[in-house]
């Protein structure tokens, strides 16, 4: 037998996450819903008598018309399609905007379903001198009304109770007596025959509900599992109506609404007195012309800089101990390919997952404030113009200044956008914001090409110019990707920016730290295990097959230099033939024999196989680049130091003698790294967050494709001009 | 929609001035959105503010804040209230 399931609905922003953690505990679990990327909290809600139900938190949603994934899965979950019917929904409801917060539990009640009303922010309401006669809104509406402050904790274990009673009573319940006028009933009578084909066993009430929803949603959606009869019914419906010139969905929602003025008059006892005048005066400052972008721009660098640097002695302190264990394990373990595989692929691995956590947990620390605290909303509010510039949602522009620091924590963090296009298009276009992980690639590349005494204009080095020109070609083609793809492949409605600016409320901490713990946790169970995965495939690339060949050679010469008498300079000796056994090596694995492989189609882009190699070695982390260039070059002992590879590269040279790293080379590089998707983690991420396949593939694809057609485009064309050969 | 903003629509209604619903004629969508949220014919709608860079602009209706663009706010036909109307109050 399944467990009775009670569903919690409501408004964003109505208090449904603070409730649902007080009335669940430690028991909630964050989940996705099949098939969409909505996630779903469920715990275990304990009632009096040893009574114990499943408590399913819903998405936020202002009514049950199913635009976003968000109310499909809300609409989904009440009309138990596919699953077991709700045996009550907890609505929460904002007291201090009633009449817009009780819409959705009316069109919750319409539908026959046992619901009980939480009356939430009564603390809130109670300071602006509203008050509210919560039993006589219970007689008007026909279900429990519980007044709550679940910040507070209060009026909980009476909301317990009437859940309790809701359930120890089932069955379906009459629907309040919204008075729709002829028009709607005579539409509501052409489209409740075909609903039983979407519903067979649903009752009278639920039908006529569901024949409301389908009125409401149907006509210019995207919902796949629709029955053609319900959407020929609807539209046929729709039709009647417009000839007789009557808006539906006005006299639809108009008919609610009137109802629900009416019973709200009836059980307001005092209306509140300036209800957000708070909110009103912060607002004055915060969203001022002047005041307002600068405190804009602060908060932004407070993001940007949490990401870029105060999150870095706690990267660093990971990585120490990713480096500690690695050496834990060279020395408990005797070598060979098992020590090998366990220090470089599997503890490598962890590190790489691992590494990535400070920023995710501080960036939603900061997220969660920002957007409890009701200052993203403001955000979005305030940056929305530049953003709509490219299709993007106002909300798009905190996950893209945070692709600066890691594209990791910045595809995570578009889930604050409500729409899923909105939300996948940035996802798509963020890993070309120039992370952190890029400027090592760029610093190498600058340092071995470009003089840093040299000046342009009198006072730029050369070096601070191509960087600079890096970050604003990065965010260029962020910007147009977006753009592009909102144009293309995520073509869609221009959504409209109807947002909620909600009061500010001070942000509360178990919420905040809860919601923080399990985006970590999402990122290490469902990214984690795929990055962990590709390190070692990749680790297993770059180091198979070995050559026994060059292994004996290099053992022969080893014990050669073993007869040198000086320690100091036999221990050179030994770490030279060491490095230039690893670089044969590398040479002779998989992913050295595939670099050789891709050379000619690298060679029209000024590269040579080492740099391949170097670029396949990358994929596990672009900084990784320096790294995999010093094994390749045979001087693996420097690879924590730039320098030497530096001077390897600049003295490196094509088979046929021509120098390698032109500065044109070196451009052509840097635009690679640039549009290049060289990120395993981000394909894991961006698997994780769209929920499928589908979307990486086409992220890793077309910036691939762009890398290489800049990439081709600039050396040919510099080439062809005579620019920067040597 | 109007080529121009106008007082007849909620994108020429002034910063702090009241106005009442005529009629909510927009893309289905947003006008569905919209009147769910409570912004419906007959009912007041106040100006707060404007952006910094003049889009969107923030509303106060039914006891909440929404913030809509000027294109959405221009097809939201409203009539302006006198100015000794009670600012605040947008009671339905």
């Keep these: ?726 | 929609m109007p080529p121009t903003p106008s007082a007849e629509h909620l994108d020429g209604v002034p910063v702090g001035r009241t106005a009442t619903v005529v009629s909510v004629a927009c893309e289905r969508p947003t006008a569905r959105r919209l009147m769910e949220l409570g912004l419906l014919p007959g009912t007041r709608v106040t100006v707060v503010r404007i952006a910094p860079m003049g889009c969107p602009m923030e509303l106060r209706v039914r006891d909440s804040s929404l913030s809509i663009r000027r294109a959405e706010a221009a097809g939201v036909a409203v009539q302006l209230l006198p100015v000794s109307g009670d600012l605040r109050k947008a009671a339905s």
């Design chain 1, 1 to 726: 037998m399944s467990r009775v399931r009670v569903l919690l609905a409501g408004n964003p922003n109505a208090g449904k996450t603070t409730l649902f953690n007080r009335l669940t505990g430690s028991t909630a679990r964050v989940g996705n819903y099949p098939g969409v990327t909505v996630e779903c909290s469920a715990g275990t809600l304990r009632l009096a008598d040893g009574l114990s139900v499943e408590l399913m938190d819903l998405p936020g949603t202002y009514s049950l018309s199913a635009r976003s994934p968000e109310e499909r899965v809300a609409v989904d979950a009440l009309f138990a399609r596919g699953e077991a019917q709700p045996a009550a929904v907890v609505v929460v409801v904002d007291a201090t905007a009633l009449t817009r917060n009780l819409y959705l539990a009316l069109q919750l009640l319409e539908t026959g379903v046992p619901v009980v009303v939480a009356l939430n922010m009564m603390d809130a309401a109670r300071k602006t001198g509203l008050a509210i006669d919560h039993e006589a809104l219970s007689q008007a509406l026909g279900a429990q009304v519980v007044p709550i402050s679940a910040a507070r904790g209060e009026g909980l274990d009476v909301l317990r109770g009437q859940i309790a009673t809701c359930l120890g009573n089932p069955g379906e319940r009459s629907a309040p007596s919204v008075a729709y006028p002829a028009s709607v009933e005579d539409a509501v009578a052409v489209v409740s025959p075909a609903v039983a084909d979407f519903q067979p066993d649903a009752s009278a009430g639920s039908r006529r509900a569901l024949a409301l929803w389908a009125l409401l949603s149907l006509g210019d959606d995207e919902l796949v599992g629709v029955p053609s009869r319900l959407r020929d019914a609807t539209a046929a419906a729709r039709a009647t109506a417009l000839e007789r010139a009557t808006d539906l969905d006005q006299a639809i929602i108009a008919a609610r609404y009137a109802w629900l003025d009416a019973a709200v008059t009836r059980s307001v006892l005092q209306p509140a007195k300036n209800e957000r005048s708070f909110t009103d005066k912060v607002d004055a400052v915060l969203l001022h012309r002047f005041a307002g972008v600068a405190v804009f721009v602060l908060v932004m660098y407070v993001v940007f800089e949490t990401l870029f640097s105060w999150s870095a002695p706690m990267t660093e302190l990971i990585e120490a101990g990713v480096g500690a264990a690695q050496e834990l394990v060279q020395r408990s373990l005797p070598p060979g390919s098992l020590r090998d595989l366990l220090e470089n692929g599997v503890v490598a691995g962890v590190g790489n997952v691992v590494v990535f956590v400070p920023q995710i947990a501080l960036l939603f620390l900061l997220l969660g404030f920002l957007e409890d605290s009701g200052y993203l909303a403001r955000v979005a509010f305030l940056i929305d113009r530049v953003m709509a510039r490219v299709g993007l949602h106002g909300k798009a522009f905190v996950p893209l200044l945070s692709g600066n620091a890691c594209a990791i924590p910045a595809v995570m963090a578009t889930r604050t956008i409500e729409t899923r296009r909105d939300r996948i298009a940035t996802m798509l276009a963020v890993p070309l914001m120039s992370c952190s992980a890029r400027l090592p690639v760029y610093v190498l590349v600058i340092a071995t090409v470009f003089s840093s005494d040299e000046r342009v204009l009198g006072i730029f080095s050369q070096g601070a110019l191509v960087l600079f020109a890096m970050y604003a070609v990065s965010v260029l083609a962020t910007l147009s990707a977006a753009a592009v793809l909102r144009r293309t492949v995520l073509k869609g409605p221009r959504p409209a920016l109807v947002l909620e600016l909600p009061p500010y409320r001070l942000p509360e901490w178990r919420t905040l730290l809860r919601s923080t713990w399990e985006r970590v946790r999402s990122f290490l169970v469902d990214a984690g295990t795929v990055i962990l995965a590709l390190t070692i495939v990749l680790w297993a690339l770059l180091t198979y097959p070995k050559s026994d060949e060059v292994a004996a050679r290099h053992e022969a010469e080893r014990v050669a230099a073993a007869s040198i008498a000086d320690t100091g300079e036999r221990e050179a000796r030994m770490t030279a033939i060491d490095d230039s056994e690893s670089g044969e090596q590398i040479r002779n694995s998989a992913a050295g024999r595939f670099g050789l492989a891709l050379e000619p189609v690298l060679e029209p882009l000024g590269f040579d196989w080492r740099i391949g190699v170097g670029i396949i070695g990358a994929f596990a982390a672009r900084e990784v680049f320096v790294g995999t260039l010093a094994v390749v070059f045979g001087i693996a002992s420097g690879e924590d130091d730039p320098v030497p590879v530096s001077d390897a590269l600049a003295s490196a040279t094509h088979s046929d003698g021509r120098k390698l790293m032109t500065p044109l080379a070196g451009l052509s590089l840097m635009l690679f790294f640039v549009f290049a998707c060289q990120c395993m983690s981000t394909i894991a991420v961006v698997r994780r967050e769209s929920g499928s396949w589908r979307w990486p593939v086409l992220m890793f694809t077309y910036m691939t494709v762009l890398a290489y057609v800049v990439s081709f485009s600039v050396y040919q064309l510099g080439s062809l001009m005579g620019w920067g050969l040597t």
